[in-house]
């Protein structure tokens, strides 16, 4: 078993950054593929990125040229930096990952952009 463990939500302004981490309580070296999961007030939970064993990065349309995904295996640890944000990537992100992409999945962290 694997926690996931998200860190870095808070308030910006819009066209302002925030940094996600996920870190997870053991190695995610194995995990073929890990990914960041937005849900905003009302609405389904949805995929905005992820990223492979191999380092192969996907975007949902919303977030491409914006958000930039990463992870560091040293560390144990995965990265969602979101530039420009807007104040419709407000939600919760959620961090999952494993064999498949929804095997573990963090806790959540908020993430509120102003207008």
């Known amino acids: 078993q694997v926690q996931l463990v998200e860190s870095g939500g808070g308030l910006v302004q819009a066209g302002g950054s925030l940094t996600l981490s996920c870190t997870g309580s053991?190695?995610?070296?194995?995990?073929?593929?890990m990914g960041w999961y937005r849900q905003a007030p009302g609405k389904q939970r949805d995929l905005v990125a992820h990223i492979t064993i191999y380092g192969q990065t996907n975007y949902a349309d919303s977030v491409k040229g914006r958000f930039t995904i990463s992870r560091d295996n040293t560390k144990n640890t995965m990265y969602l930096q979101m530039n420009s944000l807007k104040p419709e990537d407000t939600g919760v992100y959620y961090c999952?990952?494993?064999?498949?992409?929804?095997?573990?999945w963090g806790q959540g962290t908020q993430v509120t952009v102003s207008s």
């Open positions: 053991r190695s995610i070296s194995g995990f073929n593929v």
């Open positions: 999952a990952g494993g064999r498949s992409i929804r095997d573990y």
